[in-house]
C-alpha cells in the first residue's frame, strides 16, 4: 500500500515536468514510465542496515547490534519477517550466524564472541532477508569488524609491520620493517627470525635475521615480476626463549607499488568539439584512494589540460576534445613515481547528458551532441528519465533540433539520496547516465539533552530524547549506544552509519573509502567532493534495456514470515509418498503440527516459531506401512560467500591500531579470571583416538597440518557450527569445505573429503554429531600417499574423531533404540531464532570502596528498543563507569515516513 502511494506521487509530478523541454506527451515515454513503476512495485528493493553499539572488539566481548529492514525511500518493511546475520572471517568461513524475527522492520541480537570460535583478525559481517537474494548480493548490508585478542595463546606477541617500497625498470623492491613486543609491550630483542614470501606455490625470496634493542627488523625483498607482491604474503617465523616460535602472515597488497587510475567522462563518453568534464580516481592495489596530480596531453604531446585530486584519489578537469585526436594523461604519484595512462577514446559522433548540481535549489540539466551526431540525427525524439529508489521523478523528451539544450529543475521535486538521469532513445535504448545526490536538510530533528553536562564515575545519568519531523512531534523506532570515547576511539569518517548506508552505499557499486565523511559536518568542501563520488562511481540499479524488454529478475525465494521446515517421503524402495501424514513435534514445548504430503511426496511446514538449538521431530509412523516409510528434510541454503567488497578497510596491526581498546579490555578481564584446576595424572598416557587408527585413513601424513581438540569445540552443541570457523586452511561455502588457497583462486568444485571415525561422509552428517563426543578433528592439506583425494575428486582431507565409549557399561533398551536409525522418525536441529539476551545495565547504590572491582566497561549503555511516545519523547537512565573523560551517545533510526535519524551527543565525566 505504501508503495502505491509513492508510485502515484510520482505520476503527479511527472505530469507538471513533461514539458520541460516543451514537447508533446509521448506513449512510449508513458510507457517507460508505468514499466519503471511496475517493476518497482512487483520487484521491491529490501536494504538491512545495522547499528552496533561500538566500531570493533576484542574475544571475549559480545557484539550489540538493531537490524533496520527498509523498502523505498527508507521506509520500514512489511515483506520480510525474518533477517539473517553472518559473521564471516578472513579465510571466508561463517563463523556464526544468527536468524532473528523482524516486528515492525526491526529486530535485535548479539553475537558473542568466545574465544573457542574467535582469533585476533579482520572479520565482516554481512545482513540480509531471504527476499534479497533474488538480486544483487550488493545490497546485503556488508561492516568490517576488526577484533583483537588479548590472551591469544597462540600469539602471545604484538607485531606492527609497516612497508617501504620502490620500483625501477627491471624490478620492484619491497622493505618491511617488523616490531616484536610481548603483551606488556617490553620489545623481543636478539631474536631469530627467518621469513619467506609466497605467491601461490612459488616462493618468491626468503631469508633470516635477529631482531634489534627494539625489537625490530628489516626484511627487504625484491622480484622481476611486475605486480607479483600484490597476491603474495609474507611469513615471519619468530624464535621465543622457551623453545617455541610464533608464525605470523602479512597479506602484501598494501604494500605492492601496483597502482591505477581511471578516467570516467560525465555522461559516458568524450565527444569531440564538445565541452568535457572528465572525472578520475586513482587507487593502489589495496584499493584506496591516492593523491595524484598530472596533466593531459594530445597525440602531438601538446598539453592541454591539468588535473589534481581533490580528495582520496579522485578529481575533475574540463576540456575540449578534438575530433580524430587521442589523449593520454602523465600522472605523477604522491610517492614520486610516474606513469602514463590513455583517456577514453574520443567519439566523433555521439551524444550526452550532464547535470550541474552546484546550485543549492536546482539543477540545471545539459543534453549535449556534436554536429556529426545533429546533422544524423535531428528531429529524432529522446528521452530524458530521472529516478531516485526505483520510482520516477522527473521525465521529459525533445525532438534533437540543437547542439546544446538546458532545463532548469527544482531540486525539492527529489527525495534525499541518489538521483539516476538517463538518456533513453525512443525505443528505451539507454545511451548516456549520470548520478548526482541530492541532500536536503530533512533529516529528523533530535535533541538530547541530560540532566547534567559534568558527571561523577558511577554517577546516574537520565537522559531525554526528544523527536520532531520538521517542528512535528515523532513516533519512530530508534537505537541508541553509550560509550566511552576515550577508550573506543574512531575516525568518525569511517564509520558506518545508517546515512551512508541507506543514502549512499547501499546503491553505489564498488568500494567506497570513508562514506561517512559526506555526511559528517558537511561543508561545502565535502559537498563537492561528493559530487565527484557520483561521477565515479557505478549504479547498481535496474536498467531502462532490461525494463522496455521485460526481462525480469528469476525470483528463487519468497518473502519469509516464519521459518519453515520443509521435506520429502518416500518409500523404502525410493517412490514418493503422496498424501501421507507429517507430524512435527518440538523439543522444548507441547505444540505439535501436521502436514499433509503433496502429489511428489513433499511436505511443508510453514511461519513456524522456534529458539535455536531446538530439536525437531518428524514423524510418519501415523501411516499405513510406516515401517516402510523414509523421511529426508530439507537443510537449510546459505548465499553464496562473495570477496568482501570493504576489504581494504581491513586492519593490517590490529595490535597497534586497537592498543587503547586492548589495553583497557585487559584490565577489564583480570579480576574477573578464575584459577585454572590442575589436575595431576599419572605417568602412563592413554592412546587417544586419531586418524591412524583406521585403515581406511592409511597413507595420511603422521602430523595433521593443523588439530582442533574436542576441548576448542565444548561451546558448540553440534559440530558443524563450530567447524566451520575452527577448520584452519579451509573455507566453509555452499554446504562444502574447500582449502582456502584453491577457494581463493576460484576453484569452488573440489571440495575436502570428510571422514567420521575411519567412515566417509557428507557435511550434512557433521549437523547431527554432538561436539561433546568429538575427541579431535584432524586438517589435512594434501592426502600424502593415500589417494583418497584422487579416488573421491576431492582435494585435502577432515577427519573426525570421535570419543572412545566406555566399555562394560550397561545401557537402557531407550538408548539402545537411540543408537538403532529409524528412518520413519528423525531428529533435526534447523537454525532458529537467537535466543533473546538483555544488555546488562549495573545499578550502582553505594560509592566504590576500595575493595570493589573497577567498572571499566566501554559500552556504557544499549538500548535497541526505544520508541517516541504521540509527543516525540522518550527517555532513560543508565550509571557510568569508572572511565573519564568524554562519553559518546549516537542515536540512530527511522519513523513510518521513512525519515532517518542520526545524531551524536556528548557529555563529560570527571
Known amino acids: 500500500m505504501i508503495l502505491k502511494k509513492i508510485t502515484l506521487a510520482a505520476c503527479l509530478l511527472i505530469v507538471f515536468t513533461l514539458s ?28 538491512v542496515y545495522l547499528h552496533f553499539d561500538k566500531p570493533y572488539y576484542a574475544v571475549g566481548d559480545t557484539i550489540w547490534f538493531k537490524a533496520y529492514v527498509t523498502l523505498e525511500q527508507n521506509q520500514l518493511s512489511a515483506i520480510s519477517k525474518i533477517v539473517y546475520v553472518d559473521m564471516i572471517n578472513n579465510r571466508d568461513s561463517v563463523v556464526a550466524s544468527l536468524r532473528l524475527p523482524v516486528t515492525n522492520g ?113 626484511i627487504t625483498f625484491t622480484s622481476n615480476k611486475k605486480g607479483v607482491f600484490a597476491a603474495a604474503d609474507l611469513t615471519a617465523v619468530i624464535e621465543l626463549n622457551y623453545k617455541k616460535s610464533i608464525t605470523n602472515t602479512y597479506p602484501l597488497k598494501t604494500a605492492a607499488i601496483e597502482k591505477d587510475v581511471q ?106 551532441s556534436n554536429q556529426a551526431f545533429l546533422d544524423k ?85 537520565h537522559m531525554n530524547l526528544s523527536v520532531k519531523n520538521k517542528d512535528v512531534p515523532d513516533v519512530g523506532t530508534f537505537s541508541l549506544s553509550v560509550t566511552d570515547e576515550s577508550k573506543v576511539p574512531y575516525n568518525e569518517d569511517s564509520e558506518t552509519t545508517i546515512l551512508s548506508t541507506l543514502l549512499l552505499t547501499s546503491d553505489l557499486k564498488g568500494y567506497i573509502e570513508k562514506p561517512n565523511y559526506y555526511f559528517n559536518h558537511v561543508d561545502a568542501k565535502r559537498v563537492d567532493d561528493l559530487e565527484v563520488l557520483m561521477l565515479t562511481q557505478g549504479y547498481r540499479r535496474f536498467d531502462y534495456g532490461d525494463i522496455v524488454a521485460g526481462k525480469n529478475p528469476q525470483l528463487s525465494f519468497l518473502p519469509e514470515q516464519g521459518i519453515t521446515v520443509s521435506g520429502k517421503l518416500r518409500s523404502s524402495s ?38 535455536d538449538s531446538t530439536k525437531i521431530v518428524l514423524s510418519a509412523k501415523n501411516n499405513p506401512n510406516y515401517k516402510d516409510l523414509v523421511i529426508t528434510a530439507n537443510s537449510d541454503t546459505w548465499p553464496a560467500l562473495v570477496k568482501n567488497i570493504n576489504s581494504p578497510d581491513n586492519v593490517q596491526n590490529i595490535d597497534s591500531t586497537l592498543s587503547v581498546y586492548l589495553k583497557n579490555t585487559k584490565r577489564q578481564y583480570a579480576g574477573t579470571r578464575m584459577l585454572k584446576e590442575v589436575v595431576i595424572v599419572a605417568k602412563s598416557e592413554v592412546k587417544k583416538p586419531s586418524h591412524t587408527d583406521y585403515p581406511a585413513l592409511t597413507g595420511l601424513s603422521p602430523q595433521p597440518d593443523h588439530v582442533v581438540s574436542g576441548v576448542q569445540l565444548s561451546g558448540c552443541n553440534f559440530l558443524l557450527d563450530c567447524l ?12 562444502n569445505f574447500y582449502l582456502t588457497r584453491d577457494y581463493n583462486q576460484g576453484n569452488k568444485s573440489t571440495p575436502a573429503a570428510i571422514y567420521y571415525n575411519g567412515m566417509p ?48 557399561e550397561k545401557i537402557s533398551l531407550s538408548q539402545l533404540r537411540d543408537m538403532m536409525p529409524q528412518y520413519n522418525l528423525i531428529t533435526i536441529n534447523p537454525l532458529g531464532y537467537v535466543r533473546a539476551k538483555e544488555f546488562y545495565v549495573p545499578k550502582f547504590s553505594v560509592p566504590k570502596t576500595n575493595l570493589a572491582y573497577s567498572d571499566l566497561r566501554t559500552t556504557i549503555y544499549w538500548n535497541p528498543k526505544i520508541i517516541t511516545d504521540a509527543t516525540g519523547k522518550a527517555a532513560f537512565d543508565f550509571f557510568n563507569a569508572d572511565g573519564k573523560g568524554l562519553y559518546r551517545a549516537v542515536l540512530e533510526g527511522i519513523d513510518a515516513d521513512g525519515n532517518i535519524a542520526r545524531y551524536v551527543y556528548h557529555y563529560k565525566v570527571d
Open 106 to 218: 526491526t529486530a535485535d541480537g548479539n553475537i558473542v564472541l568466545p574465544q573457542v570460535s574467535f582469533v585476533e583478525g579482520n572479520y565482516h559481517v554481512r545482513a540480509y532477508t531471504t527476499w534479497m537474494r533474488n538480486f544483487d548480493q550488493g545490497y546485503f548490508f556488508n561492516k568490517n569488524i576488526a577484533v583483537g585478542n588479548i590472551e591469544d595463546r597462540d600469539t602471545p606477541i604484538d607485531t606492527h609491520i609497516s612497508f617501504v617500497n620502490s620500483v625501477t625498470s627491471s624490478a620492484e623492491k619491497i622493505t618491511a620493517h617488523i616490531i616484536y613486543k610481548d603483551q606488556d609491550g617490553s620489545p623481543l630483542t636478539n631474536r631469530r627470525v627467518s621469513w619467506k614470501v609466497q605467491s601461490d606455490d612459488e616462493t618468491i625470496d626468503k631469508g633470516k635475521g635477529v631482531t634489534d634493542q627494539n625489537g625490530g627488523l628489516d
Open 574 to 611: 525410493g517412490i514418493e509418498v503422496p498424501h501421507a501424514n507429517i507430524h512435527l513435534n518440538f523439543s522444548d514445548r507441547l505444540s505439535p503440527e501436521d502436514a499433509t504430503t503433496d502429489e511428489s511426496g513433499n511436505f511443508r511446514f510453514s511461519n513456524l516459531n522456534f529458539k
Open 761 to 808: 561422509v557428507d557435511v550434512n552428517y557433521l549437523s547431527n554429531i554432538d561436539s561433546k563426543t568429538v575427541e579431535s578433528v584432524e586438517l589435512f592439506n594434501n592426502d600424502g600417499l593415500s589417494s583418497i583425494n584422487k579416488m573421491s575428486n576431492t582435494k585435502g582431507v577432515i577427519v573426525i574423531n570421535g570419543k572412545p565409549v566406555p566399555k562394560g
Open 20 to 47: 520541460a523541454f516543451a514537447q508533446e506527451d509521448s506513449i512510449p515515454l508513458r510507457t517507460i514510465i508505468t514499466k519503471t513503476n511496475q517493476y518497482t512495485q512487483n520487484f521491491p528493493v529490501e536494504k
Open 263 to 368: 578516467f570516467f567522462p560525465e555522461g559516458g563518453n568524450m565527444l569531440s568539439d564538445v565541452h568535457a568534464k572528465i572525472a578520475f580516481k586513482a587507487i593502489n592495489s589495496n584499493g584506496m584512494g591516492i593523491d595524484i596530480k598530472g596533466s593531459v596531453i594530445d597525440d602531438g604531446n601538446n598539453e592541454v589540460a591539468q588535473f589534481t585530486s581533490q580528495h582520496l584519489g579522485m578529481g575533475e578537469f574540463v576540456f575540449e576534445p578534438q575530433s580524430g585526436k587521442s589523449y593520454k594523461a602523465k600522472v605523477s604519484f604522491s610517492d614520486g613515481t610516474q606513469n602514463t595512462y590513455d583517456l577514453p577514446k574520443v567519439l566523433d559522433e555521439g551524444i550526452y547528458l550532464s547535470v550541474n548540481n552546484t546550485n543549492p535549489d536546482s539543477l540545471t540539466i545539459r543534453l549535449a
Open 724 to 735: 566451520r570457523g575452527a577448520a584452519f586452511g579451509f573455507t566453509f561455502d555452499n554446504d
Open 377 to 461: 540525427f535531428k528531429n529524432t525524439l529522446f528521452y530524458i528519465i530521472a529516478q531516485s529508489g526505483g520510482t520516477v521523478y522527473y521525465a521529459a523528451q525533445t525532438n534533437l533540433q540543437n547542439l546544446l539544450y538546458t532545463s532548469i529543475v527544482a531540486k525539492s521535486k527529489f527525495p534525499t539520496g541518489i538521483l539516476q538521469f538517463s538518456l533513453l532513445t525512443s525505443e528505451g535504448d539507454p545511451l548516456s547516465e549520470r548520478l548526482v545526490f541530492i541532500q536536503h536538510n530533512d533529516l529528523l530533528n533530535v535533541a538530547i539533552n541530560t540532566d547534567k553536562q559534568l558527571y561523577t564515575t558511577r554517577q546516574r545519568v
